[in-house]
């Protein structure tokens, strides 16, 4: 996750494995593991990548927000 933040030059050529591995992740039985891997997103949310890297990701909305959608933690007082 912090490769994002201090090289991401040295992820974007491998940027759809790279998102791929971590969609898989999300969904793995071990808690810390898909933790882990939702931070990710986050951190390539706010990471500074160039337009075209980012825009890779359009191509995996469709399985990445029902996944993360199915995946996040509400408290009792959200609505």
Known sequence: VSL???????????????ITYMIE???????????????????FCEADLDRDTVEVLREFMPKLIPMLLTNMAYAEDDE
């Open 4 to 18: 994002l933040y201090r090289a991401p030059e040295k992820l974007v050529p491998n940027i759809r494995d790279v």
């Open 25 to 43: 992740m999300t969904n793995f039985s071990d808690e810390d593991v898909a933790l882990e891997s939702c931070e990710f997103w986050a951190t």
